[in-house]
């Protein structure tokens, strides 16, 4: 019982972005109108690729003779990198249709 | 100036950017804009990492060269794909992206995890159990997502069949207890003899991956898809607490939040509970909602395109009901031709747009509007549906169960309370199929055998060009 107190006091600051991002998260798409639920789950999809960062630390820091970790994390930054632009691109494209005619 | 304070304002943009880039994107009039400023903050994000990032000890990144070869064929690929991939494939793309993210949170997990084995030797265990969690969940979920998002993209291209056999939630469930169940033995007491079933939970999650989205129908891929894209999120964030990175957190939280809302969402539009999504899939009921429909059988009427021009170009008004046929076929564009030809008739023609037409919701507007159909002709189902007792004909383009009565009126059919378009109250209704082949739900459609249906068989392209042609004529 007291690690756990201990635990939460210690990481209070991330513990209360969890949780305040989990209500953000749903207040913010709340009204969607169901015509948009392709196109967000698309945007949202790329907005995830921000996992890309994870990625180009790990890349960053591996030692030049590590050869796994710089393959490994290699591969980490090209897949994150395909997440992200293809996930904007893609949405892009879907909301282009979206355009009203003049 | 503090370099380092500068990476923390490109977070802080970063994380600005996806909430505000969220809200816009839910609102149809600003979701493009949305889009674009998210994308901005991903960028400002990624290149204050590349080249203010220090660590621990105040260095900088290295192996650039690594890191802008990686980047450069990521964007490359990624764009062309995007940019080449037809409108009919655009779920399976999304499915395939994500799959990309998961596999990035995974690579990210066994590349820390390979960082802590040489300290096993000297360090207590209990300094890194918290980096273990965040490594161990990121893990499984980014490799979960990775392998369902994978078979979700080989349902919907078709590659991948719907695969079950008894009792496989029974192990699916007893998988995912024996993997958190070795990663908390491993949190606890990890050394170095044990390491190696770090590699045990790899495979079992991928494997879990697999299994989780084999047995689900095809028509509820933009729903798995859906929650797979929230777990990516979840495992974003994790990446998040192992670096203590606020923009991968925030970022991360907000679509696992958002995207398990949008999951949930896309299942009231169907009328059914996630969990009915998740094991109660479509393929248990088949044969009991076949057999019991099959009695309300009986003989189609075919009718041929002179006739359903006739039909169309002396009506007053036709309601087109767009479906999965017409996106395979990719009409849209000679059904748009249809639409002008009619409408220079003087005949008023509509779209009646059901939510979850096609295999995406939103996919028939997406369709529509690529070929230039103006928006306020589609028309979704609360406005349409009123409409359809004072129309003269409704054409049904390789839709199916969407305008199933046996979703009013069977109780023992699997789709039973999904909210379907009326258009049995038309006064003509005029069906274009390829075949009697039942739709997706596995169910026969008793509105193809009501008098006032006319079946009128072939490729949705190739009819509605005849169809033109003989309005043309006429």
């Known amino acids: 019982m007291e690690s756990i107190l201990q635990f939460i006091t210690n990481n209070q600051q991330i513990i209360y972005i969890v949780v305040l991002m989990i209500f953000l998260g749903i207040e913010v798409i709340g009204r969607v109108p169901s015509v948009l639920h392709t196109p967000l789950m698309s945007g949202a999809n790329a907005i995830h690729g921000v996992v890309i960062i994870g990625a180009i630390i790990v890349m960053g820091k591996a030692e030049g003779e590590n050869y796994l970790a710089l393959i490994l994390g290699f591969l980490a930054v090209l897949l994150g990198t395909l997440n992200v632009v293809g996930g904007f691109v893609v949405t892009d494209r879907m909301l282009e249709m979206f355009k009203k005619k003049k | ?474």
């Open chain 2, 1 to 474: 100036m503090d370099f380092n304070n500068l990476l923390t304002l490109s977070y802080l943009i970063g994380s600005i950017t996806f909430i505000l880039g969220l809200k816009m994107l839910s609102n149809p009039a600003t979701a493009r804009k949305g889009n674009l400023i998210a994308a901005v903050g991903m960028a400002v994000a990624i290149a204050g990492t590349i080249f203010l990032y220090k660590d621990g000890e105040g260095n900088s990144l290295h192996n650039y060269p690594w890191i802008f070869g990686a980047l450069a064929i990521g964007t490359l690929v990624g764009f062309m794909a995007a940019k080449k991939v037809k409108m009919t494939a655009m779920p399976e793309m999304v499915s395939l992206f994500n799959g990309m993210g998961g596999a990035c949170a995974g690579l990210i997990s066994i590349i820390e995890f390979g960082h802590i084995v040489p300290k096993l030797a000297t360090e207590d265990s209990s300094a890194i159990a918290g980096s273990l969690i965040t490594i161990f969940l990121g893990l499984i979920i980014g490799s979960v997502s990775f392998a369902g998002s994978m078979i979700a993209w080989g349902k919907l291209n078709g590659k991948v069949k719907d695969f079950s056999f008894p009792g496989q939630q029974i192990m699916n469930t007893i998988m995912l207890f024996v993997m958190i169940g070795i990663a908390g033995y491993l949190v606890v007491g990890i050394n170095e003899s044990n390491a190696y079933l770090f590699y045990v939970i790899l495979a079992g999650a991928l494997l879990y991956g697999i299994l989780f989205v084999l047995p689900i129908g095809g028509a509820d891929m933009p729903v798995v898809i859906s929650l797979l894209n929230s777990f990516t999120g979840v495992a974003a964030a994790c990446g998040g607490f192992l670096y203590d990175n606020k923009v991968m957190l925030t970022g991360g939280i907000l679509v696992g939040a958002a995207g398990t809302l949008l999951t949930i969402l896309m299942c009231k539009a169907m009328n059914r509970s996630l969990l009915n999504v998740l094991i109660g899939s479509f393929g248990g009921n088949k044969t009991a909602g076949a057999t019991a429909e099959s009695g309300a059988g009986g003989a189609t009427k075919e009718i041929s395109v002179s006739d359903t021009a006739m039909v169309m170009a002396y009506a007053n008004r036709v309601i087109i009901v767009p479906g999965y046929g017409l996106a395979v076929a990719q009409a849209q564009h000679v059904c748009h031709e249809l639409e002008k030809l009619l409408d220079e008739k003087g005949v008023e023609v509509v779209y009646a747009i059901h939510p979850v037409a096609g295999r995406m919701p939103g996919h028939m507007n997406v369709l529509l509007a690529e070929a230039d159909v103006s928006y306020d002709k589609l028309l979704e189902m609360e406005q349409v549906n009123d409409l359809f007792k004072t129309t003269d004909a409704v054409l049904i383009l390789g839709a199916n169960d969407v305008v199933n009565p046996a979703a009013k009126n069977d109780p023992a059919s699997p789709i039973y309370g999904m909210p379907i378009l009326e258009v049995e109250h038309a006064k003509t209704v005029i069906v274009n199929k390829r075949s009697m082949k039942p739709g997706y739900a596995g169910i026969e459609n008793a509105l193809f055998f009501q008098p006032k249906t006319s079946m009128l068989f072939g490729d949705a392209k190739g009819v509605l060009q005849q169809l033109v042609a003989e309005i043309k004529s006429l």
